[in-house]
């Protein structure tokens, strides 16, 4: 025989009997109530599913999220490859972009740069800033003696692509190349290269270079400016670089 259990006192009635014969609670009352308990219970096992569902959604999007920026690279670059940086300036730029790969060679001075950890890091530091403004692919940073120097004669050369693409050609995951010289220049020897660079067009003959003739007459004028003699004017170089691992 089936039987129903009143939900108020409990008994255990035939499903004969409509009504509680102990305290007249109705037989449909109790089916009512059963139904509303097992509707909740499925309502809470969908929430709960529910909430499931979204925080793995929000674990997904973080994770996204997370990827690191271009900007960001560069600011822990910044944080751990310069901090022996000097102030510098920029004197100029060429946009050598190809192939829809921004990439630029950049120009800048930097007096106080005067060993060859204080240069490394400086250009290292205008190369990561100049990423940063320019969202680049590539860029070339040559530190310069003087601001008409010509970009043969440097101190430092450093090349960043934050991809580890370089120039385009080969990506190798090779973030950085530095290099960078140790060499130790008076004020009378960067004086000698700016009026160097300054004059030596006009000094030069028709087809642009100067011949012995002409660079014994330049020297002399140099030496006549800086109130020094001839022996002493510092012509520029070709400075020795030294690659420095990154």
């Known amino acids: 025989m089936l039987h129903w259990v009143c939900t108020k006192c409990q008994s255990k009635n035939s499903t004969k009997e409509s009504v509680c014969p102990a305290c007249g609670t109705s037989f449909w009352s109790t089916q009512k109530k059963e139904r509303r308990g097992c ?77 060859l950890e204080s240069r490394a890091s400086t250009a290292m530091a205008a190369a990561i800033e100049w990423q940063k403004e320019k969202r680049a692919d590539f860029v070339s940073v040559l530190l310069l003696p003087t601001e008409n120097s010509e970009g043969s004669y440097r101190l430092a050369m450093v090349d960043y692509s934050p991809d580890g693409c370089g120039t385009g050609a080969v990506c190798d995951n090779k973030k950085w190349t530095i290099l960078s010289s140790d060499v130790i220049l008076t004020k009378s020897q960067l004086q000698s290269i700016s009026l160097w660079n300054e004059y030596k067009k006009k000094f030069a003959g028709n087809d642009g270079i100067l011949d012995l003739k002409e660079e014994k007459k330049l020297k002399q004028f140099i030496s006549k400016q800086l109130n020094i003699p001839v022996k002493d004017v510092f012509t520029p170089d070709i400075f020795p670089l030294k690659k420095i691992e990154d």
């Not at 900007?71 to 901090?83: F, Q, T």
């Not at 730029?93 to 930097?110: E, Q, T, W």
């Open 39 to 115: 509707l909740l219970l499925v309502v809470m096992f969908f929430v709960v599913f529910w909430v499931i569902g979204q925080l793995s959604g929000n674990e997904s999007d973080s994770q996204v999220n997370n990827i690191p920026s271009k900007d960001h690279i560069s600011d822990e670059l910044a944080l751990s490859g310069v901090d022996k940086a000097k102030p510098y300036s920029f004197v100029r730029y060429d946009d050598i972009s190809y192939a829809g790969r921004k990439r630029f060679k950049v120009f800048i001075v930097s007096p106080e740069s005067q060993d």
